[in-house]
């Protein structure tokens, strides 16, 4: 075992006790892949984020919504979507446990683009919220 004076130097030695490091060949290409991989990366979860957007075409608004019994709810909203287009919309009733106690389906026709309606909804309990499940155009 070789020991060493702690007065003569460093324990581990200096910089010059070790050779120099070999020329490192290749970088610019390790570099090159990875930064290929997160631009296929990005790209494909810009791809992913930009076609999950949903149905641009119609645009939903719940302006009012109440319960008239236990049996019946009531939900007033506005529809804008394309005026050569028919749109069908998905209204659901719920109670305090979120499960759906009711639902319609409304068919709104083409002809005009900003639809106000009111629809009455039958419902199988008390309903505590009434809303717009979807609107697609068809």
């Not at 992913?48 to 909203?77: C, D, H, L, R, Y």
């Not at 804008?80 to 209204?91: G, L, M, Q, T």
Request: with cysteine; net charge negative.
């Amino acid at each position: 075992m070789a020991t060493r004076d702690v007065e003569n130097g460093p324990v581990l030695g200096t910089p010059d006790d070790f050779p120099d490091r070999p020329e490192r060949r290749g970088r610019f290409v390790v570099h090159a892949v990875i930064g290929v991989l997160v631009a296929i990366v990005a790209g494909g979860w810009g791809y992913v984020m930009w076609s999950a957007t949903g149905n641009v075409g119609v645009v939903k608004e719940v302006v009012t919504f109440s319960v008239k019994s236990p049996t019946q709810a009531e939900i007033t909203f506005n529809i804008v979507k394309p005026e050569d287009r028919v749109a069908v919309c998905r209204i659901r009733a719920t109670d305090t446990e979120h499960v759906e106690v009711g639902s319609k389906e409304v068919r709104i026709p083409a002809g005009e683009g900003i639809n106000h309606l009111k629809e009455r909804l039958d419902t199988s309990a008390q309903a505590t919220s009434v809303h717009i499940q979807y609107c697609n155009l068809v």
